[in-house]
């Protein structure tokens, strides 16, 4: 397979963002995707919420792992540096990508394979560092890369295209990333663009950990009766608790709610979560709360979504080592190199 | 004492200490070197020790050498015994005509000792015992007790150790005191009880010079502040542990914002060596000067991502302190068996540049010029160094730093060089030397971006799995591989004062033995030109080397013959020229094993033909 550019035919009319670039300068190559494969709605989703938020696309840092998931950073941002990293290792890249400069906004995405199986170890400690990342794991239970086996996302008890059961506990991310002090933490659907991008936007506005669970099918190994990751499966059985609206500061708040029904979270930075309650019990800031819920409706078989909890006071890596404000990577040899005067002091107290 | 005559020498003897791990002798122990090397005389000291943290034996062996020879030189002529458990192997070891050092509180049957040695004993626990009621006191000043012994024994210079604890604890005078008074105590008792000096003897010298006393460790952890690192990852192993905490201590001296406290670098305690080795990348990839540091299982499990960081071609910088094979027990033990596994490690055609220290100047120098490599090349560098060096204090020329010296950070193509337009292509051979440009994440809004994967892509970066497009990468690497030859540290060369037909390579921490070999074959009459190896790919002088000699010996400490595989591989040298000379008991090689190994092969050359016999 070789690259194919993708023309550049822009509408004089394409609408712009407030920097003047167009949704397509947030784009990438064409996907050599499965046509209908889940992943490329989350691609679509990922330059929406970019465009929205007037990111600039060289301020991102895209990075992921090994599978079809993997592949997709390639597709959206093409004016993004992205890093196809190894299988289940993309965290500790995205981590010292990080370390060298804190300035740049960092997306991490992954699969189910990806982290739930072979990066399991590098997905949980990611997250218990607090790593200042916006992660998704695009979620649709098999290994589509290497052509369908169960990853450790499948559900118990859910057929395989073949026929075969599976018999092992599922890992659920979400649960794992509450526990291990993710600070932001959503589910979403690939097909449930309405939902999904303003999640991605809040995620790309925390400051912390932010990972986003996104189930995503694959119409090839995985989308057939039997499958909990199917089109028809998630959409008969998503219990979505909220509705994410992000408001920059910049923008007008005229939307008006009744009492009750609507519950703002101002980010550090300033941008403004509205929340809109599907399930009028339901506190994103309670974590232990939020962890009961998903069990109990799990195991009900529904699959919970939007945004499970945030936390907009978290601190993140960079904090905790106390790392100068200016990025490490563009600290100059006059603030490295401790000269020669040093050594002759150190030298002496050697001998 | 029977016939055998007491040995006698001056400036020129192996003291070992049997002691009991965490017991706190270690200090006193080193305590004790420091004085020897205050009064002018070259101590090459050596810690034995299990891995274990605390109760197990260990031992402390100190060459001291006013002739300046830092190797192992083995065997012991006088032994400190603190451990009753391994006293019989501890008394077995001394040589005829040693002496023994020991706590004579307990009375031991004769059988106990052995009639060719000088036995020397005095009663520590009992003096500590009547001296302090707190049990740790009695213990550490037990320890400094038999360092005043010591000091009288080898007729030293007391006011040389007292300078040097007030030294050590200046500012807090209440350990002064107490420590000086112990010190005086055991002093004293040898001074009164034993007839002092014995006959080994530290005489004031001047062969330390300006040297520094550090370990190769924490030389690489100021080299990795020196050379402009940022970032470290890492994953905790013995021996390479306190590369990190030294780049840490060093840190937080050197790199402290005076402003405001804040740090300008960045230090994470990784699960595992996989996200170690992957922050490194990450960082790396991002612009920063990283490292981390490892040994043999580490680089082991970093293997798939040294094969990424090749083709992605990111400068990463690796210091392994090597040690023996896996799990734990030998693993404290000194080898330099990693050679293969970095050299050509990953999956996938890929070769790693590698540099070999020989003590601790050079892990400094070598630790600082590795991330200038790493950055010229943009590919992986490895600092080859080994317990003997990496945790042992050693004597070492002081360190310099030219204030001119600019940290080369190889071709990062800049926004006003993209804006200029500069042709940009990541993996585009522009200047006919292998190596691309490259461009750092956050550059240009427009220009200069890429996606980094493995091999499958053009030489813009862009998905590519056409074969033409593979082997223009490939190639591309292999001629950056060349030039990296002419940019690795060159090798060292001695020559023999006579021309000699034969050659002996060596590299690393065997140096000190090697350059004692070399004086005592001379001395023997045997000629043999010696190169100490500093980088892989090996530079042509090394080959060229190898064909202007018969034979040449490759000495190292592992059993494979690592070096020499390298050798035959790269330099396509016949293998019968290259003649083994390997040690890998666990501990440092010796002169004595090394010249013995020569003269031996050299003897049999003279009975007949060397083409048929040596190269067996
Ligand atoms: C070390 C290693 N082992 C195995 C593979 C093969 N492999 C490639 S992708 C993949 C699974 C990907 O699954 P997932 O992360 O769920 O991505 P998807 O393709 O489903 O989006 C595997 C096992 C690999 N690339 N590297
Ligand atoms: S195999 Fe599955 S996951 Fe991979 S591209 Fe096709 S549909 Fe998507
Ligand atoms: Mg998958």
Redesign the pocket.
């Known amino acids: 397979m070789t690259y194919l550019a993708k023309p550049k035919l822009l509408r004089a009319d394409a609408p712009k963002n407030t920097l003047g670039y167009t949704r397509r300068d947030y784009e990438g190559a064409i996907s050599t995707l499965c046509a209908g494969c889940g992943?490329d709605s989350i691609s679509a989703a990922v330059v929406q919420a970019c465009f929205d938020l007037d990111i600039e696309p060289h301020k991102v840092a895209k990075l992921s792992?090994?599978?079809?998931?993997?592949k997709t950073p390639d597709y959206f941002l093409g004016a993004s540096h992205g890093f196809n990293t190894?299988?289940?290792r993309m965290p500790s890249v995205l981590t010292g990508a990080a370390l060298a400069n804190r300035d740049l906004i960092y997306m991490g995405v992954?699969?189910?394979?990806?982290?739930a199986?072979?990066g399991i170890g590098q997905f949980a400690h990611a997250m218990r560092r607090g790593v200042n990342m916006t992660y998704i794991v695009?979620n649709?239970g098999?290994?589509?890369?290497?052509k369908g086996?169960f990853?450790a996302t499948a559900d118990k008890g859910s057929k395989s295209k073949r026929g075969v059961v599976n018999n092992d506990t599922p890992i659920d991310l979400v649960a794992l990333a509450l526990q291990l002090g993710a600070s932001y933490v959503a589910r979403s659907f690939s097909g449930d663009k309405e939902q999904l991008i303003p999640l991605i936007k809040g995620a790309l506005r925390h400051r912390g950990p932010a990972f986003i669970d996104v189930v995503s099918p694959?119409v090839t190994f995985n989308n057939h009766a039997g499958s909990t990751k199917s089109y028809d499966y998630v959409r008969e059985h998503n219990d979505a608790v909220n509705r994410l609206d992000v408001i920059l500061p910049r923008d007008q708040i005229n939307t008006s709610y009744a009492p009750g029904e609507l519950r703002r979270i101002v980010q550090h930075d300033g941008s403004i979560l509205h929340l809109r309650k599907l399930d009028t019990d339901y506190d994103p800031s309670d974590r232990v709360g939020a962890m009961n819920h998903l069990q109990e409706r799990h195991a009900l078989g529904e699959i919970v979504t939007g945004l499970l909890y945030v936390d907009s006071s978290a601190e993140e890596l960079h904090r905790h080592l106390n790392t100068v404000e200016k990025p490490l990577n563009q600290l100059g040899d006059a603030y490295l190199c401790p000269g020669s005067k040093a050594l002759e002091a150190l030298n002496a107290a050697l001998r | 004492m029977s016939a055998t005559q007491a040995i006698q020498s001056s400036n020129d003897f192996v003291i070992k200490f049997a002691n009991v791990n965490g017991s706190g002798s270690a200090s006193a122990n080193e305590l004790f070197a420091r004085a020897i090397m205050r009064m002018g005389v070259p101590v090459a000291p050596r810690n034995i020790f299990p891995s274990n943290i605390q109760g197990m034996p260990t031992w402390y062996e100190m060459r001291v050498s006013g002739a300046g020879w830092l190797g192992r030189r083995g065997g012991c002529d006088l032994m400190v015994a603190m451990n009753p458990q391994t006293w019989d192997r501890d008394i077995a070891e001394i040589e005829p005509g040693g002496y023994l050092f020991y706590d004579s509180t307990k009375s031991l049957p004769r059988s106990r000792f052995r009639e060719d040695i000088t036995v020397l004993g005095i009663p520590l626990t009992e003096i500590c015992n009547r001296e302090y009621s707190d049990p740790r006191q009695r213990q550490l000043f037990k320890n400094i007790m038999y360092v005043g012994a010591l000091t009288a024994l080898l007729g030293m210079d007391f006011a040389v150790v007292e300078k040097l604890i007030a030294d050590q604890y200046r500012g807090k005078d209440k350990l002064i005191g107490a420590n000086v008074n112990a010190l005086k105590l055991g002093y004293d008792h040898a001074q009164a009880n034993l007839s002092c000096p014995i006959g080994l003897r530290v005489e004031r010298s001047n062969g330390v010079g300006d040297q520094i006393f550090i370990n190769g460790n924490d030389a690489c952890g100021l080299g990795a502040v020196y050379g402009g690192a940022t970032v470290a990852a890492w994953y905790p192993i013995t021996p390479s542990t306190s590369v990190i905490e030294s780049f840490g201590n060093y840190c937080r001296k050197y790199r402290t914002d005076p402003d405001n406290g804040m740090a300008r670098y960045a230090i994470v305690q990784a699960e595992d060596e996989l996200a170690s080795i992957g922050m490194v990348i990450g960082a790396a990839w991002n612009g920063s000067r990283a490292f981390t540091a490892t040994s043999g299982p580490g680089i082991s499990l970093m293997q798939?991502f040294f094969g990424l960081a090749y083709f992605a071609e990111v400068p990463v910088v690796v210091f392994d302190v090597q040690r023996g094979g896996p799990s734990t027990g030998m693993p404290t033990r000194t080898q330099q068996s990693d050679l293969i596994s970095c050299a050509y490690a990953s999956h996938g055609d890929t070769k790693h540049v590698l540099l070999f220290p020989e003590d601790p100047y050079e892990c400094f120098t070598l630790g600082a010029q590795a991330f200038d490599l790493a950055e010229r090349l943009q590919t992986p560098v490895f600092v080859m160094l080994d317990l003997d060096i990496g945790m042992n204090d050693r004597l070492s020329r002081p360190f310099e730093w030219d204030d001119q010296r600019r940290y080369d950070r190889g071709k990062v193509m800049s926004a006003e060089q993209l804006d200029a337009g500069k042709t940009f292509g990541r993996y585009l051979d522009v200047d006919g030397d292998g190596i691309p440009w490259r461009t750092i994440p956050g550059t240009h809004p427009t220009k200069g971006a890429f996606f980094s994967r493995g091999t499958t892509r053009n030489a813009y970066a862009k998905y590519s799995e056409a074969g033409t497009d593979y082997i223009y990468n490939m190639e591309r690497l292999r001629h950056k591989l060349e030039t990296a030859k002419k940019l690795v540290p060159a090798p060292v060369v001695q020559r023999a004062s006579q021309p000699s037909r034969f050659g002996a390579i060596y590299y690393g921490s065997t140096s000190p033995a090697m350059a004692e070999a070399f004086a005592l074959l001379e001395a023997q009459g045997v000629h043999v030109d010696i190169m100490r190896v500093r980088g892989f790919p090996f530079a042509d002088e090394v080959i060229e080397f190898i064909d202007e000699h018969d034979h040449v010996f490759v000495v190292e400490q592992n059993e494979s013959g690592q070096l020499r595989m390298l050798l035959i591989n790269e330099g396509e040298v016949d293998p019968k020229r290259l003649i083994r000379v390997l040690h890998y008991d666990g501990t440092p090689i010796t002169a004595a094993f090394i010249s013995g190994r020569i003269a031996d092969a050299l003897a049999k050359h003279k009975v007949t033909p060397i083409r048929k016999q040596v190269a067996s």
């Open positions: 992943h792992g090994i599978g079809c998931s993997s190894t299988h289940g992954s699969g189910d394979g990806d982290s199986s072979i695009e649709n098999v290994y589509g890369l290497t086996q990853s694959c | 798939e």
